[in-house]
């Protein structure tokens, strides 16, 4: 093989071992006309040209490093970190970013269009044109369009592609929707109680991420070197947010406990002062058990209880409704029973707010929101929160009181675990009680959130293109993840990365439902899961690769962040706003979007109103290694800091809305399927979770070589359910119930609980031995999600199954 | 002269193998062969742990060349290839090499990686440094502490890389340099410090 190497690198036989590889998957070996653009034009004796290009990561991971990319004659050599960032706990790269040495020229690559020939799922296929690819979709939209009406035509994207196709649902007049049933659990619960952060962050950078539903942590993460007390629960920042994790270090070196809480052996269990065990799905509990011991033992901050939070709110008791200080234009503000005028007043007029009483006011009979949480917390004595998360009653009291009296506490949640269960909601609002109980929020090291993806500092507003207001998307009203469940009138799905594998629940379902559309398109790098059923495969480039010199421009954690060109698209590919500016051509609505990426770029800054980024261009930021700070990046941002973002300015506890339900504060409630005691377990009597690996981002990475040295797509268990077993380390397994199955193997590990069997999320078909790890996946919803924020959630983790020898 | 070494923090090192891929990736290392891996003590897999359940540990250890002061593999090389030279590194003259592995068999750390066949790269051309010389097949290779970074004041690419900054990189011959005090300060733990191979690269928590 060196014979044939060139100092450049790839040969032509290279070239065609990986054009072979895809040709296993079904690619007929024609249509590789583009062997003259992707061979570099060197010779073995040309001096190498090396030139150096600085992008932003793909963004899925949640950390959108910047990174110093090398180039050597045309082929991409060396990933860094950017060393113009501020903060050296931000010039980082992991082993993902690393490993895009090999993953950008990866076998799985999809080198041209492809249409299918052999029956849906049977991954046939034969290589096609651009031009005939385009002819195709054109005709399928039409035609879909004429039968059904534009709207017909489904345009669904990844999140890691979304916003480059924003433009695509509304020159087609198709449907979109942005997906959600993931990630939002808790937030659903706890952000509705906080209310949008606009407005209520540390001046002068704006943040607008708390209380929009994703459990966004209130102070960002610098901000943990500030904490006395960190207690991290169902976090493990170590994996889903590799490169911030380092922060949790300073703060360990500044003096912070750190308590970890999780069913599994994480690492955060690892690099905490104390571990403690608790069971799945029961987090709920130990929240409010912590609220009970806090509430007896008075540990509570009245000052901020009477000051900032509702608790001292009236509610009618028969009706469960607040009392409303009466008047249209005041009927947000809340009606409390002032000590001082011995009257019922404006919260905000009250010199000496109750917090407790039971009064009558114009022949109502009220007692206060703190009262009402008190007689609910009094139904779950600390001993049952001990019981159900098998945490002794000392530890719970222990940690409620250090919780609350270490005067900066940062309870550190996550977006695996608990959040993806059917209680995940209560354990939010249980969160919010803490909160609201205990004061830790909006002051230096005392936060609460998610600590996973999307953990920004500040985020500028960027200008942003517009297009005429009769050119515009159609809104699916159901979500993307139950269309494999319910009618609607989709008959045709564009779509742009693997969220059929990976943001529906029972793929079984998911797979039929591919299947009985009338025209399926698949845009994307790598030929994954939901490939095997389309019709007309498209292949995509991944982000180091553009047609322009500048191929993207965001605004992250503090930073304006560009995305330069390191390398020509590979193979046939294209970058998603060319696919976006063809579709738009064949359509008469090329016109519409800028011309060119750089076009858009400039615009995107020229047209920003944010003075945190007044001065910044793109020439600037070519200067500047393509990242420059917001005016505010080293002033750590805090929301919350003076006032909330509800209706009330407080943080409401009492949530009307979910009065039907018996939610309007939180009460304990098992899981769906995966309670101690559920129905299920004597069938199933093993809880199966996934949890997002350090070497993956969900479904990418997974035809990373170099990663895959390191982990595979197995399961692990405890070695108790494997000895029961009859399983030895690495047999091949069955995992099953009644949704479906999939067969990989077995690894022992006793980081994993007994009775939990965990696996690294997003594994691909090809990855396990058949079957795909969400067959067996819970795709059953609640009513009261779709009454919450962001709606229903998907119960990925509130699964339960059998394990046996293959 | 000097003695370079490197320093690792076993309490901020998570195992999270960016140093393996930054290694791998600046030295052109091909499949099959890492002169940077992580070991998880008595444990089968990544991730794995000591002990039953709840009772467990893990302590994750970065192993390459230790660059000892002392080297098993330079006092069994027949032909001089393997030299300590004036900076304190541990280095191979890959012309020198006769692929003999007597140093490959001397080496308690496991940590030299030989050229059985002729090196498969993916992607299939020379990434990394281009000052790095490609090795061919027959020849034995291993962590040079990035000589071709740190000959230029460089850090070391693991070093640079690492998210965790769990990694120091400095001289032991200076006193004040940071290494140096972290050496003196700190709880330091050697690899196998009873062989006498006296190695630069130790570990701290």
Not at chain 1, 142 to 166: D, F, I, M, T, W
Not at chain 1, 507 to 514: A, D, S, V
Not at chain 2, 114 to 121: A, C, D, I, L, Q
Not at chain 2, 125 to 146: H, I, Q, S, W
Request: aromatic residues 8%.
């Amino acid at each position: 093989m060196s014979g044939e190497k060139t100092r450049a690198g790839m040969t032509r036989r290279d070239f065609m071992k990986g054009a072979m590889a895809v040709g296993a998957l079904g690619v007929a070996a024609g249509g590789m006309a583009t062997t003259a653009n992707w061979l570099a034009p060197a010779t073995a004796v040309a001096e190498p040209e090396e030139h150096v290009a600085y992008l932003y990561h793909r963004t899925h991971c949640g950390c959108h490093c910047s990174l110093k990319c090398s180039v050597r004659d045309g082929r991409l050599c060396m990933i860094e970190p950017n060393d113009a960032y501020q903060d050296e706990c931000y010039r980082t790269v992991c082993a993902k970013g690393i490993s895009e040495i090999q993953h950008v020229y990866s076998a799985e690559r999809i080198q041209t269009p492809m249409k299918r020939v052999g029956q849906r799922g049977e991954a046939q296929f034969v290589s096609i044109t651009w031009d005939e690819a385009y002819q195709i979709l054109e005709e399928e939209v039409r035609k879909a369009g004429e039968q059904y009406g534009p709207e017909s035509v489904l345009v669904h994207c990844s999140s890691e592609c979304r916003g480059n196709y924003s433009f695509l649902p509304a020159i087609l007049g198709a449907s979109t929707q942005g997906a959600v049933g993931i990630d939002m659990g808790l937030g659903n619960g706890r952000d509705v109680a906080f209310g949008p952060s606009k407005g209520c962050t540390s001046l002068p950078g704006e943040y607008t991420q708390c209380g929009a539903g994703w459990n966004r942590p209130t102070n960002e993460p610098r901000d943990l070197v500030n904490a006395k007390y960190i207690l991290a629960v169902g976090n493990n920042m170590f994996h889903s947010v590799l490169t911030r994790s380092s922060l949790v270090f300073d703060a360990q070196e500044a003096g912070a406990k750190l308590i970890a809480v999780d069913p599994n052996y994480s690492q955060m269990a690892q690099k905490s002062d104390e571990w403690i065990p608790i069971q799945p799905g029961t987090d709920a509990a130990l929240y409010l058990g912590m609220c009970s011991h806090i509430v007896e033992e008075r540990l509570y901050d009245e000052g901020f209880m009477k000051r900032r939070t509702d608790f001292c709110f009236l509610v009618d008791v028969a009706s469960g409704e607040r009392l409303s200080a009466g008047g249209d234009d005041e009927a947000i503000v809340g009606l409390v029973w002032d000590n001082a005028s011995n009257s019922a007043v404006r919260h905000d007029e009250a010199q000496d707010p109750a917090l407790t009483g039971r009064r009558t006011i114009d022949g109502v009979e009220c007692r206060t929101v703190f009262d009402l949480f008190c007689e609910s917390l009094k139904e779950f004595p600390i001993g049952t929160a001990a019981e159900l998360t098998h945490i002794p009653q000392e530890k719970i009291e222990e940690i409620a009181r250090d919780y609350a009296t270490s005067g900066a506490s940062t309870l550190m949640l996550g977006y695996g675990g608990n959040d993806k269960m059917a209680n995940a909601d209560i354990a939010g609002h249980a969160v919010a009680a803490l909160t609201a109980l205990t004061g830790n929020i909006g002051k230096p090291g005392a936060s609460n959130g998610s600590y996973a993806d999307g953990i920004h500092g500040y985020q500028a507003t960027l200008g942003s293109w517009k297009l005429p207001d009769d050119v515009k998307a159609a809104t699916l009203e159901l979500k993307f993840f139950r269309l494999p469940y319910e009618e609607s009138n989709v008959h045709m799905a564009i779509i742009a990365g693997d969220s059929p594998m990976n943001r529906t629940a029972n793929y079984t379902m998911t797979e039929q439902w591919l299947d009985s559309l009338d025209f399926l398109v698949a845009i994307d790098m790598y030929y994954t899961s939901y490939t095997d059923h389309a019709d007309l495969v498209l292949p995509a480039c991944t982000v180091f690769e553009s047609e322009e010199p500048y191929v993207g421009i965001e605004a992250y954690g503090g930073y304006v962040l560009l995305r330069e060109k390191a390398i020509d698209p590979l193979f046939e590919s294209k970058t998603d706003y060319a696919i976006q500016n063809d579709i738009a051509e064949i359509f008469g609505r090329r016109d519409l979007l800028p011309k060119t990426q750089e076009e858009f770029i400039r615009h995107c800054l020229d047209t920003s109103t944010d003075e945190t980024i007044e001065g910044i261009t793109l020439d600037t930021l070519v200067a500047n290694q393509g990242l420059q700070p917001q005016s505010c990046q080293k002033t750590i941002r805090r929301a919350y800091v003076d006032k909330f973002g509800t209706k009330s300015g407080r943080l409401e506890l009492y949530n009307e809305a979910m009065l039907p339900y018996d939610q309007q504060l939180p009460k304990w409630e098992p899981a769906d399927e995966a309670g101690e005691d559920g129905e299920l377990r004597s069938k199933f009597p093993l809880q199966f979770a996934t949890y997002k690996s350090k070497f993956r981002v969900h479904n990418q990475f997974w035809d990373s070589s170099w990663n895959n040295q390191y982990e595979s797509a197995s399961i692990e268990m405890n070695g108790v359910d494997m000895e029961s077993r009859g399983l030895e380390d690495g047999d091949e397994v069955r995992i099953f119930n009644d949704r479906g199955e999939f067969v990989t193997s077995v690894l022992h590990n006793e980081a994993v609980r007994p009775g939990f069997v965990r696996m690294p999320s997003g594994a691909w078909k090809k990855n396990v031995k058949s079957g795909c790890f969400q067959n067996v996946s819970n795709s059953n919803v609640y009513e009261r999600h779709s009454k919450q924020q962001l709606g229903y959630l998907i119960f990925f983790n509130d699964v339960l199954v059998e394990v046996e020898k293959a | 002269m000097a003695r370079l070494a490197i320093a690792v923090d076993l309490h901020r090192c998570t195992g999270c193998h960016t140093c393996v891929n930054a290694c791998k990736m600046q030295n052109n290392v091909p499949m099959s062969m890492l002169w940077n891996r992580v070991i998880t003590e008595n444990a089968s897999m990544s991730d794995g742990v000591e002990g039953t359940y709840p009772n467990v540990s893990r302590t994750t250890i970065p192993l390459a060349c230790q660059h000892c002061e002392n080297p098993a593999c330079q006092k069994v090389c027949p032909t001089g290839a393997t030299y300590k030279d004036d900076q304190g590194r541990v280095e191979i003259d890959y012309d020198k090499c006769i692929g003999c592995r007597m140093c490959m068999a001397a080496c308690p750390y496991n940590v030299r990686q030989f050229n059985w066949e002729e090196p498969v790269r993916d992607p299939d051309f020379n990434y990394g440094d281009a000052r790095v010389p490609v090795r061919v097949k027959g020849v034995m290779e291993k962590c040079t502490l990035c000589k071709e970074r740190t000959d230029d004041g460089d850090e070391p690419m693991c070093v640079v890389c690492c998210p965790m900054r769990a990694r120091k990189f400095g001289d032991l011959d200076d006193p004040n340099s940071e290494i140096s005090r972290i050496r003196r300060e700190r709880n330091v733990r050697i690899l196998l410090e009873d062989m006498g191979t006296k190695p630069q690269v130790f570990y701290f928590a």
